[in-house]
């Protein structure tokens, strides 16, 4: 059986990457800011609310990271084929207990790679080059999960084909962790705090970044660099000292200050 055409499978990854982003931000955006909007407004965290033509920089930004994340997704593609990547079809080749623990390995492992090249991007020189793109939104909206400039956007998509080099990945193992990664993105852009107060700091849930997490370091501009994970932001002593305080329990407290960006 021949492989399809080049032109077909570029447009088949790139439509997937354009439609895991829309489905993803278009729903959160839908029921956090639309349909349950008055309901959810006292979870508001630090009196959260978009400036003038932040959505449409998301979106624009956003835009540019599909089509790079496309191009990883291509290029995934094509070392697999040409057997470069381990990656997988049938279950039975490592087993079920293999497949789980990969699952649960390439999560674990993403949070790591994000940790620490987050926590890169915050040096000034490349914050200023760089990250500054996906910070100008202070107060995020679920569009802001791929605002990234290209380079970020680059760096980012670099972890899934480095992973597949090294570690025998199912292919069903790698749908659902862009679900989770996608899932986890745009909820962690809602500005409104969604997850119970078990998940903030000292909650039995307190290993898991809440939509707290994130939202004070758009706000506060340093700190609670991890992304599905508290533990390296505890480990390295980089958790937000506010939100250390408040946690979840500050939705709908006033707006703090901006602070310069930190290496």
Known sequence: MHPPPFETVAMTVLGIDLLRYLLAAGAAWLVVFVLLRRRLAGRRILGAAPRPGQVRHELTYSMATVFVFAAHGLL???LAEAGRLQLYAEAA??????WWLSLAGVIVAHDAWFYWT??????RRLFAA???VHHQSRHPTPWAAYS?????AWVQAAFLPLWLALVPTHTGVVGLFLLHMIVRNVIGHCSHELMPRSAVPGGWLGFMTPVSHHHYHHAHNRGNYGLYFTWWDRWCGTEDREYQRLGAGS????????????A
Do not use: D, K, M
């Open 118 to 123: 987050h926590r890169l991007l915050h040096h």
């Open 251 to 262: 939705a709908g407290a006033p707006p703090a200050r901006a602070g310069r960006s930190a």
């Open 130 to 132: 760089v990250h500054g």
């Open 76 to 78: 995934t593609y094509l």
């Open 148 to 152: 990234f400039h290209p380079l970020e």
């Open 93 to 98: 080749r490592h087993g079920w207990a293999w």
